[in-house]
């Protein structure tokens, strides 16, 4: 499969972009364990062009998880095509535009999948950043607005026609958020259109690899992107099971890592701290790991990891942790 020149190999996985979740210890980590393309946590268009501090630290990549696409959202037309630009010079290998995102901060507001509701803004939207930026241009959607609105199978052919180079669906509606179970067939049935020749990457509910393998055998889908079930556990993209002590090594890694990534001149300069930065950016991720599902009550073990302000705290009750599992496996 390929994006544009990008050559990402056979039946290829991707991580998907999530808000707090896909930093750049947390991708490099999936770029790891064989994700094929990462991508950053969405940006706003409209932060970009403000020059928004905390917004422009999300454009910053490593050469170790390429390749890696940065998505943008926003309603408006000139935002989005000089954010584009903006996102252009960090030099990812791929520009997204999220037409997909359904929480109501975001599309309650005419962006992400708000964007369902104006299919000729949306349009417009991805024709002038086609035209604007030389990079690979992406889209990620939904099925529709609601089950009274199933746009998808001609809303595809449009996107195409706009120059995109892939499309990403993720198998609900925007009224559906998250909940019920993500319906696949019209994602197949985008594959199959003869009209249709850019990739089409399936996403919704994967949780293991045998759910990806799944996909594409039934649905033909180019690739598989994975979300939410990637929380907590960047090992979900390999095909080798690790044991439990080296899931926690991974764990206690990327808390390392995101604190050496916090560790910046600008946060020196205001005086803010790198290991309070970098447990922040680790906390969601060993709150939700599954790797802790056998411990007994864990629910207060998960607040004191939550409260942790300390590395030294942090890693005694990773290591607390690590003494209960292997108490539970004997």
Request: with cysteine.
């Amino acid at each position: 499969m390929k994006i544009g020149n990008i050559d990402l190999g056979e039946r290829p996985l991707f991580l998907a972009p999530m808000e707090d979740v896909t930093d750049i210890g947390f991708r490099m980590l999936c770029k790891r364990f064989g994700a094929s393309m990462v991508y950053t946590e969405f940006v706003s268009a409209e932060a970009l062009v403000r020059d928004v501090k905390s917004t422009l630290r999300k454009l910053t990549i490593s050469s170790e998880e390429r390749p890696v696409g940065i998505q943008i959202y926003g309603r408006d037309i000139e935002a989005m095509v000089e954010a584009a630009k903006i996102v252009e010079q960090a030099g990812p290998d791929v520009i997204d535009l999220n037409f997909g995102c359904p929480v109501k901060k975001v599309a309650g507001k005419g962006a992400g999948a708000g964007m369902l509701q104006n299919i000729p803004k949306l349009l417009e939207i991805t024709q002038k950043v086609v035209e604007a930026v030389s990079l690979p241009v992406t889209v990620k959607t939904r099925l529709g607005w609601n089950h009274e609105q199933l746009i998808i199978t001609t809303l595809a052919e449009q996107l195409q026609a706009c120059g995109i180079q892939a499309l990403t669906i993720h198998g609900r509606t925007r009224s559906q958020m998250y909940t019920g179970e993500a319906d696949w067939t019209l994602i197949g049935e985008v594959k199959r259109n003869p009209n249709i020749h850019i990739p089409i990457i399936g996403n919704g509910d994967i949780k293991t690899l045998d759910d990806a393998d799944r996909a594409f055998d039934t649905y033909g889908v180019d690739a598989v992107m994975i979300g939410r079930a990637t929380f907590g556990q960047p090992w979900i993209f390999s095909r080798k099971e690790l044991t439990l002590d080296e899931k926690i090594d991974v764990l206690e890694e990327q808390l390392r890592i995101n604190i050496e990534r916090c560790d910046t001149q600008e946060m020196r300069a205001n005086k803010k701290s790198a290991e309070l930065c970098g447990i922040l950016h680790t906390r969601r991720h060993l709150a939700a790991s599954p790797v802790f599902k056998g411990i007994p009550n864990f629910r207060e073990t998960r607040i004191k990891m939550l409260r942790a302000e300390k590395a030294d705290e942090l890693l005694a009750i990773l290591d607390e942790c690590r003494t209960m599992l292997r108490t539970n496996v004997k």
